[in-house]
């Protein structure tokens, strides 16, 4: 059954001060290549596992393949990608959003020619206080770890979030809720989650932040 996540808003208290937080935004730069060869009808390796931003280079050392990871063919693709059918190419593709991905080479996707991309959130850590609210560009997460609710500080100027999404530490979507919000304050329910370490994914009309807890 499907974990259920209650949301609800109310502006805290700066006694929150004496709280340590942690917050992290998504990072578009340090990007990293990773190099897939298409051969002997296969893809080497047949599964990466990357991180959001990086680059997968598929290179074509003989025969005639493709590169098919369009949703028609994969409809749970958060995007599509892929490249025509012929030989000697070499095919490069940016990954910005997280989630799996699945593809193949269409005409010997039957010999079991296919392949698989985990892309994980990318963050950037560090740390802070409701005092750093006077940064607006930072959202703030606290208490960090925390046991039965975590709260976000949201700055004045953020434009209104649309979604959030919880990731375990592996990349694997565990919820998310779709909602219009433009309060200042907004408490998150995680006393049904499992130990261990999360990443909260916030995405707002134009723009997404990565924000890393610990529940304990």
């Not at 940016?94 to 799996?100: L, S």
Request: charged share 15%.
């Amino acid at each position: 059954m499907p974990m259920k996540t209650n949301f609800t808003f109310k502006t805290f208290r700066y006694s929150a001060l004496t709280f340590v937080l942690a917050y992290l935004s998504l990072n578009l730069n340090g990007q990293t290549s990773h190099n897939v060869s298409v051969a002997n009808f296969s893809f080497t390796p047949q599964e990466l596992t990357i991180t959001a931003g990086d680059e997968v280079v598929w290179k074509n050392n003989g025969g005639t393949h493709n590169v098919n990871g369009s949703m028609s063919v994969y409809d749970f693709n958060p995007v599509s990608f892929g490249n025509n059918l012929g030989s000697g190419w070499t095919y490069k593709f940016v990954f910005n959003t997280a989630g799996t991905y699945n593809y193949q080479c269409d005409p010997h996707a039957a010999m079991g020619m296919v392949g698989k991309i985990v892309v994980n959130p990318k963050v950037v850590t560090g740390a802070g206080t409701l005092a750093d609210s006077n940064n607006l560009d930072n959202i703030l997460l606290f208490p960090n770890p925390a046991s039965q609710f975590v709260g976000l500080k949201i700055p004045r100027n953020y434009s209104p979030i649309r979604s959030l999404k919880v990731y375990n530490i592996t990349g694997a979507l565990i919820e998310q809720k779709a909602f219009p919000g433009t309060d200042e304050t907004l408490r998150f329910d995680i006393s049904r989650y499992n130990n261990g370490v999360y990443l909260m994914e916030i995405n707002s009309e134009n723009r997404k932040d990565v924000l890393k807890f610990l529940k304990q």
